[in-house]
């Protein structure tokens, strides 16, 4: 069983930065792929940022960038680094992995953390 747990989130002025953390725990950490999605209100969840085991990393244009993942074996954790927040980040971000490609609706998720951005 694999287990997520995101932190970090919180309130934050448009062009501010925030970093998410995520501890996953579980044998696969250092051999899956890593990422992170968000769900912002009425809208569907979508993945924002991606990282192989070997560190290949990839972005959704709308945060391409501005967001950077990056992971840390040794803590079993990968991050979210997000500067330069609009409004329009606002959402609920969750960790996820699982066997490649990672998608919404399939491997492992987080119960996720609020990041909210004020104009």
């Known amino acids: 069983q694999v287990q997520l747990v995101e932190s970090g989130g919180g309130l934050v002025q448009a062009g501010g930065s925030l970093t998410l953390s995520c501890v996953a725990s579980?044998?696969?950490?250092?051999?899956?792929?890593m990422g992170w999605g968000r769900q912002a209100p009425g809208k569907e969840r979508e993945l924002v940022a991606t990282?192989?085991?070997?560190?290949?990393?990839g972005y959704a244009d709308s945060v391409k960038g501005r967001f950077t993942i990056v992971r840390d074996n040794s803590k079993n954790t990968v991050y979210l680094q997000m500067n330069s927040l609009k409004p329009e980040d606002t959402a609920v971000y969750y960790c996820?992995?699982?066997?490649?490609?990672?998608?919404?609706?399939?491997?492992?998720w987080g119960q996720g953390t609020q990041v909210t951005v004020s104009s």
């Open positions: 996820t992995t699982g066997r490649p490609p990672l998608r919404v609706g399939a491997g492992y």
């Open positions: 579980g044998s696969i950490f250092s051999i899956n792929p």
């Open positions: 990282i192989s085991s070997g560190g290949y990393r």
